[in-house]
């Protein structure tokens, strides 16, 4: 199994617009994917993604980092491990269908939140998507293999 890579951040921020356009202007990011509320702004420099999501006074998080993300061969591979490692460290929950960069949320044993995704952080996948990658196989694809 290949090594799990960092290639996501999510930033809490409570002027998410100016802080996509700092990070666009400054360190050249490009803007590739914005929500549909124009508040949350997904950035990359064409290996790292970044979200600059909105913060908001009722939301646990503070200001600042939220959680990363992990690109991972083997979601299931991975939560085996986790739990392995620590039985009080629960098991990896799949995301809400409206958040389409990753598939699951963990936590390290501090609590510090990260997603696992095995598409990656490039471009949003819809749970359909998932779905149909992870689509029972047939009889007779199974009498074939």
Same mark, same amino acid.
Not at 63 to 72: C, E, K, P, R, S
Not at 113 to 122: A, I, V
């Given at each position: 199994?290949?090594?799990?890579?960092?290639?996501?951040?999510?930033?809490?921020?409570?002027?998410?617009?100016?802080?996509?356009?700092?990070?666009?202007?400054?360190?050249?990011?490009?803007?590739?994917?914005?929500?549909?509320?124009?508040?949350?702004?997904?950035?990359?420099?064409?290996?790292?993604?970044?979200?600059?999501?909105?913060?908001?006074?009722?939301?646990?998080? *503070?200001?600042? !980092?939220?959680?990363? @993300? =992990?690109?991972?061969?083997?979601?299931? +591979?991975?939560?085996?491990?986790?739990? $392995?490692?620590?039985?009080?460290?629960?098991?990896?929950?799949?995301?809400?269908?409206?958040?389409?960069?990753?598939?699951?949320?963990?936590?390290?044993?501090?609590?510090? *939140?990260?997603? !696992?995704?095995?598409? @990656? =952080?490039?471009?949003?996948?819809?749970? +359909?998507?998932?779905?149909?990658?992870? $689509?029972?196989?047939?009889?007779?694809?199974?009498?074939?293999?």
């Amino acid at each position: 199994m290949a090594r799990p890579k960092i290639r996501h951040l999510a930033i809490l921020a409570r002027n998410p617009k100016k802080m996509a356009d700092y990070y666009t202007k400054v360190f050249d990011m490009e803007i590739i994917h914005q929500n549909a509320a124009g508040n949350a702004f997904f950035l990359s420099d064409g290996y790292i993604t970044m979200a600059v999501l909105p913060h908001k006074l009722e939301n646990d998080g *503070s200001i600042g !980092l939220n959680h990363f @993300g =992990f690109q991972v061969d083997d979601i299931a +591979a991975m939560s085996r491990k986790i739990v $392995a490692f620590d039985a009080d460290i629960e098991e990896p929950k799949k995301r809400p269908a409206d958040r389409p960069y990753a598939e699951f949320r963990g936590c390290d044993t501090e609590g510090n *939140s990260f997603d !696992l995704s095995e598409h @990656g =952080f490039e471009r949003a996948e819809s749970n +359909a998507e998932r779905d149909a990658k992870k $689509a029972p196989v047939s009889a007779k694809e199974k009498a074939l293999v």
